[in-house]
């Protein structure tokens, strides 16, 4: 054997011994992968390569490649190529045809049609990558684009944009594009918004790119998520976190965050083809966007989220049912939190205004969280405020302080028991029943609320 290719399935096999290990020792079932080969046909692949012809070496260099993948589960190809049916003098621009479509087994046929091709016509890479979007069946699968070409874009077309609107439609992964023989600066420029791009100025290079594009498309990559405290050190756990595909925005995984046996973030598969987006569900939460996770090496993506707790506590005997606050970054109106009363939750650390949903409310503002420490917010058992009304009102329950009155809550004037649970301080009942018509008939009542005792007043 060839030396060259003698380490092309070297890295091949061990691509395939580790995407067999994840495989079984994965806790969820891999879905289906599909690599659609797609493949430059026009005349200029005829050009000189080493000591033969750019075509010659991809032939058989994809010849080896789709014959070492016969045995891999899971695993379907197909074949497109381009530019090798009409000549170049007749600039065809949709010359572009699956030549093998995504079946099982189908190796036989793929080398086949390799070894059929003769460089013929024009390069036309948005019409091709457009047209391959139909070339892949319908059900879930991971669809991969391995596009090798020698040329750029001849006719009127944007591979960039195709490629970004197959991959936000969810219909194929980030294509890899491989330039033969080509000037790196102009293709890399050209083609890496198209994809993750390499270049080939030799065949001995070419057999490397296959191998580690193989390998990434195979393999998952190991990563760890560090949640980081004020300290900069990880670890905070026990966060939800999900993980989004950066181009599509689907989800790709949920799931949360967990300290293992050593102590440290427990480890995830990634799929090193794809960019992400994370989000930790702290509150409030913190993202992260474009991470790219670097294939054949153990990541570790770091999210500050340092965090403390916020104790919310009623003291003595409590009538509520359920009494919650409102929280709420300091500054901010957005709600961070809808906490009920005698719980804890965290939140990361910073400054919050709390609204507690009382009768009547109380505001707090910038109340610290820090570092693993837990701030307690305890106030006084409610009483009660128990009104019968025997003719119909217009009148309002107002708070008194400082000598100043504050409304606090209307009263139902048709309802004739009426409870109310108040926070213990000083009210006035002011009011006016509806059937008099001068202002002289204003009455006020004031009553004293205490923790647990209830006040009567009727009209």
Request: aromatic share 8%; proline share 5%.
């Amino acid at each position: 054997m060839h030396p060259s290719l003698k380490s092309f399935a070297a890295v091949l096999l061990t691509a395939l011994s580790a995407f067999s290990l994840n495989a079984q020792g994965s806790p969820k079932p891999a879905p289906k992968t599909r690599i659609l080969f797609v493949l430059d046909g026009s005349g200029s692949m005829s050009a000189q390569m080493d000591q033969s012809d750019r075509m010659t070496i991809a032939k058989k260099l994809m010849t080896k490649l789709v014959d070492s993948l016969r045995q891999v589960q899971n695993l379907e190809l197909a074949l497109r190529v381009f530019g090798h049916t009409v000549p170049i003098t007749r600039k065809d621009c949709k010359d572009t045809r699956l030549e093998v479509p995504f079946r099982p087994y189908n190796h036989k046929e793929m080398i086949a049609k390799l070894n059929a091709i003769t460089p013929l016509g024009y390069t036309l890479i948005a019409n091709s990558l457009l047209e391959s979007a139909n070339d892949f069946p319908a059900d879930k699968s991971r669809n991969i684009i391995i596009l090798i070409t020698d040329g750029l874009e001849e006719c009127d077309g944007d591979p960039c944009a195709v490629s970004e609107a197959l991959q936000k439609k969810g219909i194929v992964l980030r294509p890899f594009i491989i330039g033969i023989g080509a000037n790196s600066e102009q293709f890399r420029a050209a083609y890496n918004c198209v994809g993750r791009f390499f270049n080939a100025q030799n065949e001995q290079e070419f057999e490397k790119i296959l191998g580690v594009i193989m390998s990434q498309v195979l393999n998952n990559t190991t990563c760890q998520v560090n949640l980081l405290d004020v300290n900069g050190m990880p670890y905070e756990t026990n966060v939800p976190l999900s993980i989004y595909d950066h181009t599509s925005g689907q989800v790709v995984e949920n799931y949360v965050h967990t300290m293992n046996g050593k102590g440290v973030p427990d480890t995830i598969y990634l799929d090193p083809v794809r960019k992400y987006d994370i989000t930790a569900h702290t509150i409030p939460s913190v993202s992260r966007t474009n991470v790219e996770v670097i294939p054949g090496r153990h990541n570790a993506i770091a999210l500050e989220t340092p965090q403390g707790d916020l104790h919310l506590k009623i003291g003595g005997v409590t009538k509520y049912d359920r009494l919650s606050a409102i929280i709420r970054q300091h500054g901010s109106m957005k709600t961070a939190n809808l906490q009920d009363f005698n719980t804890k939750k965290r939140y990361l650390t910073g400054f919050y205004d709390i609204e507690i949903l009382t009768t009547p409310r109380i505001y707090l503002e910038n109340i610290s969280i820090k570092q693993s420490q837990t701030f307690t917010i305890e106030i006084p058992g409610p009483g009660m405020l128990q009104l019968t009304v025997g003719r119909e009102v217009v009148a309002g329950v107002f708070r008194v302080t400082n000598n100043k009155v504050e409304w606090v809550c209307d009263i139902d004037p048709m309802k004739m028991g009426q409870v109310l649970i108040m926070q213990p301080g000083e009210y006035k009942l002011i009011g006016r029943y509806k059937a008099e018509t001068r202002t002289v008939y204003t009455f006020e009542k004031p009553f004293k609320i205490n923790t647990g005792t209830a006040v009567n007043i009727s009209l």
